[in-house]
């Protein structure tokens, strides 16, 4: 990417073996984020650009010298950050804290929006993955790189659980797992605050139970109509802009949590008071995904859900920049980069 | 309270029985809040006044026809809110969001800082105490009223537990019960961010391990030096202003938590986006009091905690003002206020 709208598919060095921990990965599989959006719409101009690409499944073709847990040939799924597994934070589950980690789409590792990449970390970041690499599971697989476990970060930290009431704010990619996750998580009432019929359509087969179209402050009165005039017990803010994390905040039932997942784009959180009259939790952040492979593989394999319907348009690599712009015009939900 | 800096004790209509769920209470034991220093800095000169006051132990003197669990002559102590403890929200222990509750020092039923007070919803209230009104442990009771249930749900919404690490943000009385609350709770390392002699010394004799005397940045690094360089499991925030936020989020651990206490005075939490990235959990507010009694009390009775160290000068009704004026300004932690 080389500023705002501007992405070019280019031939860059070959990814390699750098470190003895290192991984080469042939991608299969990529995509395209929502939060790549951000700097689509807002990125300086940059002479040198920046990689990008951060969700991926793909085959090792080689590994370091130290590398003990995966081998060439491996099918294998990628959180969207690396991380060692060995940590004091990873051993939390906390790995996007890794103290020896990092984030895939920067100039240390590389993107995924390419051909192959270098896989710091191999062993704690890498997970093998028990199928073929054109499974029909493919697209759903590939989620648990990114917005399927981002969603269910947002229920988490949002305290999903059974009979829970539960506010998504924000119909992309994100936010339609995150129903799928509070769902899985037993809520007994999932609304998603959206406005696009055939996202909305995708989030009812997903198992949201109300829909708002409202915004702003008549979104914050159909909620707390749909929720018996208190709030939900959970709210997941799946965008990151200040009136989504306001409403968010405002649609929060007393004593409940706001799961915030969106990369935020202001400095500062609204409603210190409100919210804290109102004893809300706020948490989330970037999703430790790694932690929660072991969780949603089992239920993907088993098609207990199926969060890859969330991909609504195949490309190849030449077909990136197209891609963008399909997601920055709300024309497709989320692209899948078919290798 | 009629403005800044003025308060006069003043006589008013007496308390009486209103409604059918009342109890008049003849209060014994009251106190000045940190937080009634808030409007004693900033208050807009008002005609009428305010009733001051939420914090008081007395005895029952009469009930309306519908209590059934409290008696004339009971000795009893209030939590700074009323409520039925029958609603969905006190059923869930989050009391101050009592459907039919509210706050004393209002309008409605009066302050605390007076001879008597109308306790609407007595029997959800009100507790009982099994010691006499003269009792040597009357201070530390009086605390159940606020600061030490307040302390503890700052500890709670910190996750305090067992060999974490903890930062108290406020040498004040609340952030001193929130040391007395996380020694309970079995924190390993208990740093108190203050500054005054008097209150240091006592918050070491409740249980802190490391004392920081910095302010804002140097504060953050002292801290961080302190705890291997990642900041504290839990951090109390036991102020309120925008800058002990600040400090309070900045010295938080990845994937830590605040618990804020301190009755926000700025209307936006500050560094949404650091403590989105390191996973920050911000939680708090008023603390449900009456909800801890039941936890609390035992301690207190058997001398396991000291609470009622905390005040460190006695007045009567008559020397109110001067109390306000001895907290304000700092030469007073807490005043007692003895009838």
Same mark, same amino acid.
């Given at each position: 990417m080389y500023g705002a709208g501007d992405v070019r598919m280019e031939t860059v060095p070959d990814a390699r073996?750098? /470190?003895?921990?290192d991984a080469l990965v042939a991608v299969t599989r990529a995509c395209i984020c929502g939060s790549d959006l951000w700097p689509y719409k807002t990125m300086e101009h940059s002479e040198t650009g920046r990689l990008m690409g951060h969700e991926f499944v793909g085959v090792v073709e080689a590994v370091g010298?130290? *590398? !003990? %847990?995966i081998k060439p040939g491996d099918l294998v799924v990628a959180p969207f950050a690396f991380s060692d597994g060995t940590c004091v934070f990873c051993l939390e589950g &906390? +790995?996007? %804290?890794?103290? +020896?980690g990092g984030f895939f789409? %920067? $100039?240390? *590792?590389? =993107?995924?929006? #390419? /051909?192959?990449v270098r896989v710091p970390l191999a062993d704690g970041t890498l997970v093998v993955l028990p199928?073929?690499? $054109? $499974? #029909? &599971?493919m697209p759903s697989l590939l989620t648990l790189s990114d917005v399927m476990g981002t969603g269910h970060h947002a229920a988490v930290d949002a305290k999903v659980g059974p009979g829970k009431s539960v506010a998504v704010v924000g119909d992309g990619a994100v936010g339609l797992c995150g129903v799928i996750a509070a769902r899985r998580l037993g809520a007994g009432q999932i609304i998603l605050l959206g406005r696009h019929p055939d996202r909305i359509a995708l989030a009812r087969s997903f198992g949201a139970t109300d829909i708002v179209t409202e915004r702003g402050d008549e979104a914050v009165e159909r909620v707390r109509e749909l929720t018996h005039g208190f709030g939900a017990h959970s709210v997941l803010e799946? *965008? =990151? &802009?200040k009136q989504s994390t306001l409403t968010a905040l405002s649609i929060a039932r007393p004593g409940g949590a706001v799961g915030r997942? =969106?990369?935020?784009? $202001?400095d500062s959180i609204p409603a210190s008071q409100p919210t804290f009259y109102d004893n809300i939790t706020i948490a989330g952040g970037p999703a430790p995904v790694r932690a929660y492979v072991g969780e949603l593989l089992p239920d993907v394999l088993e098609g207990k859900? /199926?969060? =890859? !319907? *969330?991909?609504d348009r195949v490309t190849n690599l030449d077909g990136v920049p197209d891609g963008y712009r399909a997601m920055n015009e709300r024309k497709s939900i989320k692209v899948v980069i078919k290798l």
């Open positions: 073996i750098i /470190e003895p921990t010298a130290d *590398v !003990r %847990s &906390l +790995h996007t %804290s890794c103290i +020896h789409g %920067s $100039d240390e *590792v590389g =993107g995924a929006q #390419a /051909e192959a199928v073929g690499k $054109d $499974d #029909a &599971l799946c *965008v =990151g &802009l997942v =969106g990369v935020p784009q $202001d859900i /199926e969060p =890859g !319907r *969330v991909f």
